[in-house]
């Protein structure tokens, strides 16, 4: 049972263009979600997280948007540049003292020069 | 550099046998998870220490198992190795706290013959 789902395997988007990455879960109780990227031979590295009492957060380039009605939140990138090219996992976790991640299978962003 | 290591980087063994993965979290993380990477799958959770003890388990297969010594390094034992155990293998760690972000190791390539 796949309970965070990324259904975009891959993506590929013009250099200073928007990307848009996209994330469905299926667990109501998750309440604060994350996006990881990854490069290859690396371990993820986290880029932007959100709890479920917002429905957006910022940071630079990257703003995450939750739509808890839905149960879909993404991720987008603007403008993108080449160096955004990346395997990007979404995760989600509850507050059940483990704070373990669910993650999605990822979405390979390539950026386009 | 996350912080983050793990050793070795590659292992190639044969079915049937037994190897040892090993992680050294970040300096003053008391917390360590271990998740596993398949062709084609999301990172799923494996199992978590915090401080020596075990705090949680996925869907850890029992010919998995894992510690966490005194001094916070931890080993992921996998035994009666099938060619379905070959993945990525990441260890992460974070402090203790509410939604503390993980930083992750660049992984253990594992491939089973």
């Known amino acids: 049972d796949q309970q965070v789902k990324q259904n975009s395997p891959s993506l590929s988007v013009q250099e200073g263009r928007i990307s848009i990455l996209n994330c469905d879960y299926t667990?109501?109780?998750?309440?604060?979600f994350l996006w990881y990227k990854k490069y290859p031979a690396e371990g993820p590295t986290f880029l932007i997280s959100?709890?479920?009492?917002?429905d957006k957060n910022e940071d630079g380039r990257f703003t995450v948007f939750l739509n808890k009605s839905a149960k879909h939140l993404s991720l987008h990138i603007v403008p993108s540049q080449p160096g955004d090219s990346a395997v990007y996992f979404c995760?989600?976790?509850?507050?059940?003292?483990?704070?373990?991640?669910?993650f999605g299978t990822g979405t390979r962003l390539k950026v386009l020069a | 550099d996350s912080g983050v290591t793990q050793t070795p980087k590659h292992l190639i063994t044969a079915t049937g046998q037994r190897v040892t993965l090993r992680c050294s979290p970040r300096?003053?993380?008391?917390?360590v998870y271990w998740y596993q990477q398949s062709l084609d799958q999301g990172l799923q959770f494996l199992i978590q220490?915090?401080?020596?003890?075990?705090?949680a388990k996925g869907n850890i297969l029992e010919r998995f198992s894992a510690q966490q010594f005194p001094d916070l390094h931890s080993e992921l034992n996998l035994s009666s190795l099938e060619l379905g155990d070959s993945a990525l293998y990441f260890c992460?760690?974070?402090?203790?706290?509410?939604?503390?972000?993980?930083?992750f190791g660049p992984g253990t390539r594992l491939t089973v013959l």
């Open positions: 992460a760690s974070s402090t203790a706290g509410v939604y503390n972000e993980q930083f």
């Open positions: 667990n109501s109780m998750f309440d604060y």
């Open positions: 959100i709890s479920s009492i917002k």
């Open positions: 995760a989600a976790t509850l507050d059940s003292g483990t704070y373990k991640y669910i």
């Open positions: 300096s003053g993380d008391l917390s």
């Open positions: 220490y915090y401080n020596g003890e075990e705090r």
